[in-house]
């Protein structure tokens, strides 16, 4: 409980920072909410992990837009995380679409960096194919 309260505090100094400096301060913000959200899912708290994860996306989005080298890793992490969390919460087709574009954009940086990011593009291929596999069960569910 003391490390989401502390990372809501944390959130809450970013968010205010980001306001008056974004360019400085929206990538901290970022991680921030990244980090409240794995907090949260923690704690079982899933819808309010998403909408943590989902704002941390979303500010990742903008700064890949501006800043692709510098964020793209970033943005592709925090995809894999809204992915999972969506997934957990039945959101399936959304957890496949957010995962899918994190495949992609893992496999453009691992074509040319294979060391530094192959083992995530791996990563997010096999939680692509753990989704597809949750979507089937479902289906034979329906059918039934």
Do not use: C
């Amino acid at each position: 409980m003391y490390g989401l309260i502390v990372s809501q505090e944390a959130t809450d100094i970013f968010r205010e920072l980001a306001e008056a400096s974004p360019e400085a301060y929206r990538p901290d913000l970022a991680r921030s909410l990244h980090i409240q959200a794995v907090l949260l899912t923690g704690m079982d708290r899933p819808e309010n992990a998403l909408a943590a994860s989902d704002e941390a996306t979303s500010i990742y989005r903008d700064l890949t837009e501006t800043h692709p080298e510098a964020f793209r890793a970033e943005l592709a992490r925090s995809l894999n995380n809204l992915a999972v969390l969506q997934g957990g919460l039945g959101r399936l087709e959304d957890a496949l679409a957010a995962s899918k574009e994190a495949v992609g954009i893992f496999r453009e940086l691992a074509a040319t960096w294979p060391d530094a990011y192959g083992h995530e593009l791996k990563q997010s291929s096999r939680l692509v194919a753990w989704l597809l596999r949750a979507r089937r069960r479902g289906e034979r569910r329906r059918r039934r």
